[in-house]
C-alpha cells in the first residue's frame, strides 16, 4: 500500500485519492479570490501533482468554474464543495483544497500568503511568517511565451508565470528573480546572471 489520502466533498458524493508524497507546501492564502472561492476568511491550500491524483466516486456530479484564463474551480455540483482547481497553464499541478482532506496528510500550515489583502477584521493569531504576496522567485529562463515566462527554479522543477506589461528585459538562459507586488496581475523580471 502507498501513501494514498481519500478527500471528499460536504454531501460525501464526490472523493478522490492522492499520495501524500504528492501534496507540497501547504500555505494560508487572504487573497480576494482564495476568500471568494471558498466563501471563508482564508484557504488553507497546497499545490499537488496530478499523477497520483485521481477521482474515485462522482466524477459526473463535478462542475468547473474558469475564474481566470489559466485556472479552473473544480466543485461538486450537489452541494457546492471546492475541491480543487485547475492549472490549465500547468495541468502537472493542481491547487488542493486541504480543508476536503479525510485524513492527515502529515503537513501544516509553514506562512501566511497575501497577508496584505485580508479584511482588517480577520486575525491572525499565530507565529507563522506573514508575507503581503508571495515569495519572489528564482530560476533560469526556459522558455518565453508572450505573457509568460517558463522558469526552472531547481533541476526538473518548472514554473510558468505571468509576467507584468513591464516585465523588464531578459532571455532563455538568463537567470532572474521574478517578483509580484500586492494587486499586481504579473511578475516583475529582473535579470540576476546572464
Not at 501513501?3 to 501547504?26: K, N, Q, T, W
Not at 474551480?73 to 482532506?101: H, M
Not at 530560476?139 to 518548472?158: A, F, K, N, S, Y
Amino acid at each position: 500500500m502507498g501513501d494514498e489520502i481519500r478527500g471528499s466533498c460536504l454531501c460525501g458524493a464526490v472523493a478522490y485519492e492522492i499520495p501524500a508524497s504528492d501534496i507540497g507546501v501547504v500555505t494560508t492564502c487572504y487573497c480576494s479570490l482564495c476568500r471568494k472561492n471558498h466563501g471563508a476568511e482564508r484557504r488553507l491550500r497546497a499545490s499537488a501533482r496530478t499523477r497520483g491524483f485521481r477521482w474515485v466516486a462522482g466524477e459526473p456530479l463535478l462542475q468547473r468554474y474558469r475564474y481566470a484564463p489559466e485556472r479552473e474551480k473544480v466543485f461538486c455540483r450537489v452541494c457546492g464543495t471546492p475541491l480543487v482547481n485547475a492549472y490549465l497553464d500547468q495541468p502537472e499541478l493542481l491547487g488542493l483544497a486541504i480543508a476536503t482532506l479525510d485524513q492527515d496528510p502529515g503537513k501544516r500550515n509553514v506562512l501566511h500568503l497575501f497577508a496584505a489583502s485580508r479584511p482588517e477584521w480577520i486575525e491572525i493569531r499565530d507565529d507563522l511568517p506573514q508575507l503581503d504576496t508571495v515569495p519572489d522567485m528564482l530560476g533560469r529562463v526556459v522558455r518565453i511565451d508572450p505573457d509568460h515566462v517558463l522558469l526552472e527554479t531547481e533541476p526538473g522543477q518548472q514554473h510558468r508565470i505571468r509576467v507584468h506589461a513591464e516585465a523588464g528585459d531578459f532571455s532563455v538562459g538568463d537567470r532572474v528573480r521574478a517578483s509580484l507586488a500586492h494587486g499586481e496581475r504579473g511578475f516583475r523580471v529582473s535579470v540576476v546572471a546572464r
